[in-house]
């Protein structure tokens, strides 16, 4: 037991060579293990690790944080800025890119890093809120009455102190026309314990209607502290939703997208998104093409009520919304 969630994040893997010799497998087996890690860092929490499968170098939450030396390798196609977030930015920290929603980028940090991440070399040090920073933002929000919705994003907007969150969710409140809180993070996944009883407090009395996208994609991410921390976020009247990424090798089964969707009503979670691979550099042996992807759909459909099929979507920049994958 640690003394609070920032000790036990502190604690986290930093060295892809001890997770894996906790898992009892070989770093000499992972070539580019170091060199990978070095462009982009390893990190990973230690209740995550947990849930993985001692031996098995395929596990399928190891593989979408472990680095390896295919992420060094160029393609086409494959970019530092894949969906076009940088000519979204409209305030610093703020991207403005559909109607009536804008996105902040809250913090640069994050709990976990996915290997297949679409912001892997996003520059956060030009783009992030930052308390001097923030009243920009909230000057662009507040001077656009069609904006109903704010979402935090970043990074990992919950790896941010209560303190420094009610603070911004309160200067939100303040303006009118804001209607919606939605929060994109990881933690209650990755660190359940960040989904402290001040963190409920809090949500639970905003005026704001309250969205937590979590973000898992394999069943097995979940397990009795992810779904007491889920079970009290609806407590507290919160609305969850998913969004997964398709990654080949980690999800790009009928079977393991659809145990998926269990998994997640189980637990009070509808899913929302599929997103087709960011095509961010780095990240291109994770990629499923469209027409496997299509055909997972449709067997997914057949398997699991509409309810719990997510819209598969791409997202392209300059488009109006996420392209549906018809
Ligand atoms: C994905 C995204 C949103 C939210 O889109 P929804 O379709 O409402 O989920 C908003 N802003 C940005 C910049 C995004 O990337
Ligand atoms: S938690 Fe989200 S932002 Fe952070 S590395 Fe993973 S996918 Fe990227």
């Known amino acids: 037991m640690y003394p609070s969630w920032q000790a036990e994040l502190a604690d986290s893997f930093t060295q892809p060579r001890t997770l894996l010799q906790s898992l009892a497998l070989d770093p000499a087996d992972f070539p580019g293990l170091d060199a990978a890690a070095l462009d982009f860092p390893f990190r990973v929490t ?46 610093p920290g703020l991207l403005h890119k559909y109607r ?41 929000i507040a001077g656009d009455a069609s904006i109903r919705e704010v979402i935090l994003s970043g990074g990992d907007p919950l790896v941010l102190g209560d303190e420094r969150l009610e603070r911004l969710v309160a200067a939100l409140e303040a303006i009118p026309q804001v209607r ?3 929060l994109h993070s990881r933690l209650p996944v990755v660190l359940p314990s960040r989904v ?34 889920l079970l009290a976020l609806r407590g507290a009247g919160v609305t969850l939703l998913n969004q997964a990424v398709l990654l080949r090798g980690i999800n790009d089964s009928a079977d393991a997208l659809a145990e998926l969707g269990e998994t997640l009503f189980a637990h009070g979670v509808l899913p929302y998104y599929l997103h087709l691979l960011d095509r961010a550099r780095g990240t291109a042996h994770f990629e499923v093409d469209e027409a496997r992807a299509m055909a997972l759909l449709r067997e997914l459909r057949a398997t699991l009520p509409g309810y719990l099929v997510p819209k598969l979507v791409r997202e392209i920049e300059g488009e109006a919304f996420k392209r549906p994958v018809a």
């Open 46 to 91: 230690r209740c995550y690790a947990a849930r993985m499968e001692p031996g098995n170098p395929d596990d399928p939450l190891l593989r979408q944080v472990l680095p390896l030396g295919a992420e060094l390798r160029e393609y086409p196609g494959f970019l530092a800025d894949p969906v076009g977030d940088l000519a979204a930015v409209a305030a």
């Open 196 to 229: 402290t009883g001040a963190l409920l407090r809090h949500l639970a009395d905003s005026r704001l209607r309250t969205v937590l996208v979590i973000h898992a994609n394999h069943a097995r991410e979940f397990d009795g502290a992810v779904g007491a921390a």
């Open 100 to 140: 009536g929603r804008v996105l902040l980028i809250a913090t640069g940090a994050c709990a976990i890093h996915c290997r297949y991440c679409f912001r892997r070399e996003f520059p956060y040090e030009d783009n992030l809120l930052g308390r001097s920073r923030e009243q920009a933002a909230l000057d662009h």
């Open 180 to 182: 919606r809180l939605r």
